[in-house]
């Protein structure tokens, strides 16, 4: 695909790996505007990278159109979906609690917001993407989009506590192929990018001891991953016409250990 002059929509593009994607789509071109629920970063990210911001919630079908109803109205119709928003949680499946030995299982409003928000929210901001998508010109091969979604190496390889995360993310991946069939009369490409571990603001957080001891984990290089990685990746995808249907890890070839 041919990025100048085209439209794009990132999710979560306010901070971590959507932020990066969405600057290296728009240091090739790409009018990029940013989904998110933080409005603060997203509008300082929209300036910084001459896009535009807009407060959405992925979980929330009112909010999804009228996002995509205001970047189309500023940019024209994206040809370009990158889902980023996404959460984690952590909650054994079942035990005992350490401070009295009572019993307890994962609550399931826990894990039913997990799955909105990473597998519900992914489809339903894919799906609205793919439909304006079909009203647009088709390019060189017949293509008319690309998008990329982000799961995790927790839906190969999730650890305890995960069983939310996990499923979610399992969900995103298993979901690429049959989405990737459903669009290919339309010209419309699909895959999906599994992060190891990133160093974004979630983990930005954490003590350096445990960050060095992620660090360590990772067969090779022994770091954590770079946001600029991910969207090297992520255009790739978008810009390498023949990439469809994939789910790719990249993760420094990290398998996650049970804790
Ligand atoms: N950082 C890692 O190591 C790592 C590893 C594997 C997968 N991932 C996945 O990558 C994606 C990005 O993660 P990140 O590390 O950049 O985290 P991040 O917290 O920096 O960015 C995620 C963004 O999503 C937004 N978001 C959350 N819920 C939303 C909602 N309901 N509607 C709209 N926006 C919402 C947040 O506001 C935030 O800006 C997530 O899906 C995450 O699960 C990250």
């Known amino acids: 695909m041919d990025l100048a002059n085209t439209a794009a929509v990132v999710t979560g593009g306010a901070s971590g790996l959507g932020a990066a994607t969405a600057r290296a789509l728009a240091a090739k071109g790409v009018k990029v505007a940013i989904f998110d629920l933080q409005a603060d970063k997203g509008e300082a990210l929209a300036d910084e990278i001459g896009g535009v911001f807009c407060k959405v919630d992925v979980t929330s079908d009112d909010s999804v159109d009228a996002g995509f109803a205001a970047?189309?109205?500023?940019?024209?119709?994206?040809?370009?979906?990158?889902?980023?928003?996404?959460?984690?949680?952590?909650?054994?499946?079942?035990?005992?609690?350490?401070?009295?030995?009572?019993?307890?299982?994962?609550?399931?409003?826990?894990?039913?917001?997990?799955?909105?928000?990473?597998?519900?929210?992914?489809?339903?901001?894919?799906?609205?993407?793919?439909?304006?998508?079909?009203?647009?010109?088709?390019?060189?091969?017949?293509?008319?989009?690309?998008?990329?979604n982000t799961a995790s190496a927790a839906a190969e390889d999730g650890q305890m506590g995960q069983a939310a995360y996990s499923a979610s993310k399992a969900g995103v991946v298993g979901m690429t192929l049959p989405i990737a069939r459903d669009l290919m009369s339309e010209g419309i490409r699909v895959n999906t990018i599994l992060p190891g571990i990133f160093d974004t603001p979630l983990l930005a957080a954490a003590p350096q001891q445990v960050r060095d001891a992620l660090a360590a984990s990772v067969p090779f290089p022994k770091r954590l991953g770079r946001p600029e990685e991910f969207a090297a990746l992520a255009l790739t995808m978008i810009e390498c016409g023949y990439f469809n249907g994939e789910d790719v890890r990249l993760d420094g070839a990290i398998r996650m250990a049970p804790r």
Do not use: W, Y
Request: charged share 20%; glycine share 12%; with cysteine.
């Open 71 to 148: 970047a189309r109205a500023a940019h024209g119709q994206e040809r370009i979906l990158v889902n980023c928003a996404g959460t984690g949680n952590a909650a054994k499946t079942a035990g005992r609690s350490k401070q009295d030995g009572s019993i307890k299982h994962f609550p399931l409003d826990a894990f039913d917001r997990i799955i909105q928000i990473n597998l519900v929210g992914t489809f339903r901001c894919l799906a609205k993407s793919a439909a304006g998508m079909l009203t647009l010109a088709p390019g060189e091969d017949g293509e008319r989009g690309a998008i990329v």
